[in-house]
């Protein structure tokens, strides 16, 4: 049977596009190398390493391409490419509209508890408005003062109110109890290990010392994803790439309130594929000012297997329908919704959170 695609070309397509995507060198010159190593290959035997995988045997070419190779002489388009193409930028309306429609709650909120602008009720009910099924309430940790951050006591007055509140509600819609943590200069978490074990939910993000050096980040990322009560790491990078999202104004978002800033220097490699093994989600924050991680970030992590939120990391009841944002950002990268946490129901979510490693 003839072959419906060449291997080769396809390799050599996907550095093409990664050198256009400006990636860093060593990533380009994997699929450069693979492509050299393999092009004078007789046909068959090309087919028979990638049939039995001893492709990888042969230097220059690692796990990554020997996929691509097998994938394409089976005649499909590598799945990395398919990726690459997406995030070209094509017209993906209707796969950012489907993800979207498939997720029931969000994972990332704040209310006037802390340094939203809004009391929990109201987010709540703007929630029930967008057809989501549940909402994890995520007020900041105490160190994050500028934002309010919740004492232990006052985090535990703030369970027993959304118990209230929930009381409330209507019938299929909850509030979910959380927190977003402070991951601290050591690696540890900014809040009392009971009631993290507690709450539904802990988000746990970087707000200081974004600047530390590379190896220092890193450590200090690989031990919060590491702690067994973080289910999300939040907005990963830190970065803003404007200063005040569009129609955002008046108070309620002191705590993300920022100019232009670069992103954190870690070794995303590295913290995803911790985040891969301890089954922590990596979130897709969808903040005008923050779509943190950048898309490349994104398609590293789904490359290393991690499981995705898609937050909103919402100060006020409008911005929770921003989850659109982070829809459109995840689509162009090819994030599955099985991949995506919230797309699951509320029971899901917390015997996920509940029972991970
Ligand atoms: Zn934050
Ligand atoms: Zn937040």
Redesign the pocket.
């Known amino acids: 049977m003839a072959r419906a695609r060449d291997p080769i070309a396809d390799l050599r397509r996907i550095a093409f596009l990664l050198e256009r995507a400006n990636e860093a060198t060593y990533r380009v010159r994997a699929f450069r190398s693979a492509a050299k190593a393999l092009a004078g290959m007789p046909a068959t035997e090309l087919t028979e390493r990638a049939g039995n995988g001893t492709l990888t045997e042969l230097a220059g070419v690692g796990d990554v391409t020997a996929r691509c190779v097998a994938e394409s002489l089976a005649g499909e388009e590598p799945v990395y490419l398919r990726r690459l193409v997406a995030t070209e930028g094509s017209d993906l309306d209707a796969e950012a509209t489907a993800l979207r429609a498939a997720l029931r709650g969000d994972c990332h909120t704040h209310s006037d508890w802390s340094d939203g602008g809004s009391p929990i009720e109201e987010m709540a009910l703007a929630a029930v408005e967008l057809g989501h099924e549940y909402l994890v309430l995520t007020d900041h940790s105490p160190r994050l003062t500028v934002a309010r951050g919740l004492t232990a006591s006052r985090l535990r007055q703030q369970l027993d109110h959304v118990a209230k509140v929930n009381a409330a509600l209507p019938e299929g819609f909850r509030i979910l109890t959380g927190i ?1 943590v402070d991951i601290l200069a050591d690696g540890s978490l900014d809040q009392d290990d009971d009631l993290l074990a507690r709450l539904d939910v802990v988000v746990g ?1 970087v ?1 200081s010392g974004l600047k530390d050096e590379r190896s220092k980040m890193t450590r200090r990322m690989l031990k919060a994803v590491a702690n067994p009560h973080l289910d999300i790491l ?2 990963v990078t830190g970065r803003m790439v404007s200063s005040r999202p569009a129609g955002v104004t008046g108070p309620g978002d002191r ?2 309130r920022a100019r232009t800033r670069a992103e954190s220097d870690f070794d995303a490699d590295a913290v995803f594929a911790a985040c891969a093994e301890h089954d922590t989600a990596v979130e897709i924050n969808s903040r005008p000012e923050r779509q943190d991680p950048p898309k490349r970030l994104i398609r590293r992590a789904l490359e290393a297997g991690c499981r995705f939120a898609i937050n909103t ?1 919402a100060h006020a009841p409008g911005q929770l329908d921003w989850q659109r944002f982070g829809c459109e950002r995840a689509a162009l990268c090819g994030v599955p919704a099985d991949r995506v946490i919230n797309t699951w129901s509320a029971e899901q979510l917390v015997a996920w959170t509940q029972n991970r490693p």
């Open positions: 977003e993000s707000h939040g907005h705590g993300h990391d």
